[in-house]
């Protein structure tokens, strides 16, 4: 199956569940609308290169659209609408005022230089900026897109309105009116939903989470900030990986010093692995170097797959040996491999919670915004925590209700909230 495939048969089963007609169905699987274009620019070899672009509005019965530009040589289409139909049930289950949205452009960030990037973004602005505004389109950073990039977006969109619009973006720099704890956000939130499921679904009983093993498959933002909060808090993260490969400790990876190598390489440095307390043992190079399919494959209690969509397929379900599966990453796991990790018991908490903590925290950068009142970051990391422990609890009420996955029960509280907005 395709990603949008996948997505479409999710909603389809919960749906069916939820006792949701089929003409209330299509409507909820229909976009709003599509926008496809082309950014041309110049290069800095004096070429004229062009990139595909789009804007997916899925749904906004809830509120405004909201999702994220992704920015990756992959992109495509049914990508995007599949990702824009994951952002109305990530902002219906975690309880925000939003729709789903999505954007994308085919183009590879490490190939192109600042000022290429540049043109880029602000040539998308002028492609969707009828379409966009605090109240109407708010979007954001994904995958391959960051802060600065969201600056150039909301200079551009200031120009073509005639006024500073600083609601319009989130994901800012905190000096152009980006929230603080923005960045942890996602991280922070798919911690705190782990930290519920663990109250109410202990993989193993009367365990410290000293006892619990962890890997974790990419180490982006999100990534590395799930690994250093659980690092933090004492479970034993064992296994991390970026696009070149990964690591492997069975003694614990001191997430604290890796990210220190990673910010002056860009990477995680395969020739670097600083293991727990590798110090007192006089030896600092001693993580086994993997694959990003050893990883998934690694007896651990639970597993986080952080990077993109479908790597864990129907071709490597039986492999996975994980108790519990974070999905942090949009689709990590397809639709058939659900089903047969459901068969195994391995429990998945599904990404439209557990990695609601990034939209979570984009709403409270648009309050402010909007309002012109800013918070600390504790601050707003204690809305976050409370939003999403709250979502995890109402999530945890509708499976015990149907008697259902995880995965399921996030659906269908999610569908039921926006038909009911719907009537």
Not at 168 to 176: A, D, L, M, Q
Not at 368 to 388: N, P, T
Request: proline share 4%; aromatic share 8%; with cysteine.
């Amino acid at each position: 199956m395709s990603f949008l495939e996948n997505t479409e048969e999710i909603i389809k089963e919960a749906a069916s569940l939820a006792g949701i007609s089929k003409d209330v169905l299509v409507k909820l699987e229909t976009p709003d609308k599509v926008l496809e274009f082309e950014i041309s620019v110049k290069m800095d070899d004096g070429s004229a290169k062009n990139f595909p672009g789009w804007r997916v509005q899925h749904n906004d019965k809830l509120g405004p659209y909201k999702g994220g530009i992704r920015f990756h040589p992959d992109s495509n289409l049914d990508e995007v609408k599949a990702l824009a139909s994951l952002m109305t049930w990530k902002t219906s289950v975690v309880n925000l005022p939003f729709g789903g949205g999505k954007g994308a452009v085919q183009a590879d960030t490490h190939t192109l230089s600042k000022r290429e990037l540049e043109q880029i973004c602000r040539g998308y602005v002028r492609k969707i900026w009828q379409d966009i505004g605090p109240d109407k389109d708010v979007p954001a950073p994904d995958v391959g897109s960051n802060a600065q990039m969201m600056d150039w977006m909301a200079d551009e969109y200031s120009k073509l309105v005639g006024h500073s619009e600083p609601a319009v973006f989130t994901g800012k720099p905190i000096e152009k009116g980006g929230s603080q704890g923005r960045e942890v956000a996602t991280g922070f939130g798919g911690y705190v939903t782990l930290r519920e499921y663990l109250k109410k679904s202990p993989i193993t009983y009367n365990l410290k989470p000293t006892s619990l093993n962890v890997a974790v498959q990419g180490f982006g933002n999100v990534g590395s900030n799930i690994a250093k909060l659980l690092f933090e808090r004492g479970f034993k993260v064992i296994a991390i990986s970026d696009s070149k490969g990964g690591l492997l400790e069975s003694d614990g990876i001191d997430i604290n010093r890796i990210i220190d190598e990673k910010e002056k390489t860009g990477l995680i440095d395969q020739g670097k692995c600083y293991a727990v307390d590798c110090d007192k043992k006089n030896a600092c190079i001693l993580c086994q170097q993997i694959s990003n399919d050893e990883l998934l494959e690694l007896s651990v209690d639970i597993l986080i797959p952080a990077a993109l969509e479908n790597q864990i397929t129907e071709k490597n379900a039986d492999k996975i040996k994980a108790k519990v599966i974070l999905e942090l990453a949009n689709g990590p796991v397809s639709h058939e491999a659900d089903k047969i990790l459901e068969k195994k018991g391995v429990e998945i908490i599904p990404d439209i919670l557990a990695n609601g903590g990034g939209v979570v925290g984009s709403y409270f950068e648009w309050i402010q915004s909007k309002s012109g009142k800013y918070w600390g970051g504790k601050e707003v990391l204690e809305k976050i925590d409370a939003q999403m422990t709250e979502a995890f609890r109402g999530v945890a009420e509708t499976k015990s209700k149907y008697n259902t996955s995880w995965r399921l029960a996030a659906y269908v509280r999610a569908l039921n909230r926006v038909v009911e907005a719907w009537q």
